[in-house]
DNA sequence: CACCGGATTGGCT
DNA sequence: GCCAATCCGGTGT
């Protein structure tokens, strides 16, 4: 019997071994009637004041930001680019903002409506190979910045899952070439090896 | 109030 | 590989 991830899941660790801990883990989503749900497989931690690649680098607090200061285990949704609804998992006490984006799912329920929604005929790795492909698929849109997800009334939740992590490679954070501080490199990406839905193929440079 | 730019994606060369 | 799409919060005038 599987149980949502509770409170103490997402305030009691540093946000790099919940990032890690997060793989394997079912993220599920209830949106205009429809339930989907998916094995998460690909996360990246972030991990401010001092992570520069961080929205609170430097502790700096926005309305965009703001629940990445609230309590661990609510969502940060913010759009990117205009147009593409990316998720986080909020981690770490009130005010210190740390948080992991999850990047890919696996896909488990909801199949058709995770296609209709993509625009796809048929079940592919691109309809959930990055961070803001998967929140099409589930509904996920910044609606739901800030909602509770250790809640069962809650529209996003996470749960156990009974899927054993065998082994995670990590590597350096996607989209953040711009950076050339050491944050920007830090190996905060994590992948379940072998998972062919992540939104990267395993590459050898990404080692660590 | 104008301008800038991004934790991306998908279509076209 | 290149690059436009498309929005809105952040910043500075």
């Known amino acids: 019997m599987a149980n949502i991830l509770s409170k103490e ?9 919940i990032a890690k801990d997060l793989l394997g883990k079912k993220l599920v989503s209830h949106v205009n009637g429809k339930r989907t749900s998916g094995t ?3 996360t990246e931690a972030y991990r401010a004041p001092e992570d520069l690649a961080s929205h609170a680098r430097g502790n700096k607090r926005t309305l965009r930001n703001e629940a990445m200061f609230s309590a661990a285990g609510h969502a940060y949704v913010y759009i990117c680019y205009g147009i593409h609804n990316l998720f986080n998992v909020v981690t770490g006490p009130q005010n210190t903002p740390h948080a992991v984006l999850i990047r890919a799912i696996e896909p488990l329920e909801g199949l058709d409506t995770m296609m209709y929604r993509r625009k796809m005929s048929w079940p592919k790795h691109e309809m959930m190979n990055g961070p803001g492909k998967f929140t099409v698929a589930m509904g996920i849109t910044i609606k739901f910045d ?7 009334k809650s529209p996003v939740q996470i749960w156990d899952n009974e899927v054993e ?6 590597g350096p954070r996607v989209g953040l070439s711009h950076h050339t501080k050491e944050s920007g490199h830090w190996p905060w990406r994590f992948r379940i090896k072998g998972n062919k839905w992540t939104s990267k193929p395993d590459v050898v440079k990404y080692e660590w």
Not at 165 to 170: A, G, L, N
């Open 9 to 17: 899941f997402y305030e009691s660790k540093d946000v790099v071994q």
């Open 40 to 42: 998460i497989t690909e």
């Open 146 to 152: 800030r909602t509770l997800l250790y809640d069962k």
């Open 165 to 170: 992590v065998k082994e995670i490679i990590s």
